[in-house]
DNA sequence: CGATAAATTGAGTTTTGTCAATAAAGGTGG
DNA sequence: CCACCTTTATTGACAAAACTCAATTTATCG
């Protein structure tokens, strides 16, 4: 094997052990004012909120909504597949368990994302969805579905979630750890911009581990990588903490992105 | 850059320039009775079959049918995103072009797959489709689909397109030479096996060139493989036909599939 | 049959993974 | 509130896998 072998995160935290999410711990139960898709954080962002305003449906979305604390499933694999997950605020990992006990990680979600696509059109997902912090879910039963949301905007969400997958495997192919690295970062940086928020200082939520995972590098090299672009003084890292420096240089670095 | 460099296939091959993609050439022009779904190549494996049959629309998809010889272009990025594409029979390569000229493979299809998923929602696709040998394609106009097919079939196909894209992810982030090699050649020996056709002899429709950008690995590496896999007896490879003597052997070196 | 493209093979180098030791951070309980 | 323990992250030395360059062989196409 190439890459250093990695245990599940789920066995190591001990924030995802325990009876917390399975029980209706967290949920909010604010007004109806409150409710509204307008004075949410992904407000604007929100796909589902553009999929479903239209048809009258924000309300239910809305009232579904649930927090989720580190280490929170929103679902595993094998569990039924019958809801996807809007990420209010804070963000969420996606991974598969392989048969060695290895974990891959898929993606990272942050504000405005939909968890759970891949599990629609079938009885079970094939993947688990964890929350990385304190988190804001809206859950979208997916048997509101098909009366509900299936237009022109989900049709959109669909493809971008594609050309988001696509752009991950462009990185993989044919990146080395530094362009994976700055990738990872520019893309990031993009999405807090996005959302009116800094992109030069941020906060990374997920472990070193879970980023090598994803990038499909070895955990020190995703250590030596950092430490190389705070030497080069584009950025410096603090911990977790990230402040960037010379964005059009990571830009440089991360190459050719595949977006709209 | 850790990988070699490769220019489009599309500037190299001859067949793809000229006016042969953008004319009426190769129209199928079947009567009703070959029109029907029942008797395409990818009947029962077709999951647009399956999702425009029950709604009768299966006669128009199949109207739109043509041959697309090697070479020929489906769509290009940029083009505005009018369809979705469904392989009868032949073989698809999907990519994009970055920047520097650089070609990056996404993505191969067979029978029964449908092209084009990326465009949707969107004015324009951001990937190429290109027709790997003599290939018959039907193909479904976008702008029927919301009324026409948007039901259950529908979120199947699209996630178990994200599920292969997930796969793929899981390969070039976890697996090496070998392992991405030995993936790629199962995959397409349970596609085969799975249309009725032989899942231990085929032939290779793209070039090592295509099978190395795809797989994130240099050309030389895809020919050495092939040689280790053949020298270890579990195949044989004549140029691009392949002997499979010990799928059992291969399944075990690529490892954990993503698959429902 | 000649020219171009595709594929193979060998030698050498580089990147990145592995192993191992250490340091820093964060949480827990006395 | 501090000490301890666990988790997370960093750093160095070495090994291995894979890339690059270069030369050659084998197909393919006109």
Redesign the pocket.
Same mark, same amino acid.
């Given at each position: 094997? %190439?890459? @250093?072998?990695t245990v599940s995160?789920e066995a =190591?935290?001990?924030a995802a052990n325990g009876t917390a999410d399975t029980e209706g711990v967290g949920y909010a139960q604010p007004s109806l004012e409150v409710l509204s898709c307008k004075s949410c954080n992904a407000s604007g962002n929100c796909l589902v909120e553009q999929m479903t305003i239209r048809n009258g449906h924000s309300y239910q979305l809305m009232k579904n909504r649930k927090v989720y604390l580190r280490g929170e499933h929103m679902y595993r694999a094998e569990d039924e597949a019958d809801a996807l997950y809007v990420v209010s605020s804070g963000s969420v990992k996606s991974y598969v368990i392989m048969e060695d006990g290895e974990e891959q990680v898929l993606n990272f979600y942050h504000t405005g994302d939909v968890v759970g696509l891949d599990g629609m059109g079938a009885d079970s997902y094939i993947s688990s969805a964890i929350s990385l912090e304190t988190s804001t879910i809206c859950k979208l039963p997916l048997s509101n579905l098909p009366e509900a949301g299936l237009g022109r905007g989900f049709l959109h969400l669909v493809s971008d979630r594609l050309i988001r997958d696509h752009n991950l495997m462009l990185m993989l192919a044919r990146k &080395?750890? &530094?362009g994976r690295m700055a990738s990872f970062l520019v893309n990031i940086s993009k999405h807090f911009k996005k959302l009116g928020q800094s992109a030069d200082v941020f906060e990374l939520t997920m472990?070193? @581990?879970d980023i090598a995972n994803y990038l499909? $590098?070895?955990?020190?090299? =995703?250590? %030596?990588t $950092? %430490?190389r672009f705070q030497d080069s003084g584009m950025l410096v =890292?603090t911990? %977790?903490k990230i402040q960037i420096y010379d964005f059009d240089c990571l830009l440089e670095i991360a190459g050719t992105q595949v977006s709209r």
């Open positions: 094997m %190439r890459l @250093q072998k995160s =190591v935290n001990p &080395d750890a &530094d472990t070193r @581990q499909g $590098l070895a955990i020190e090299t =995703v250590s %030596r $950092l %430490r =890292v911990r %977790r």
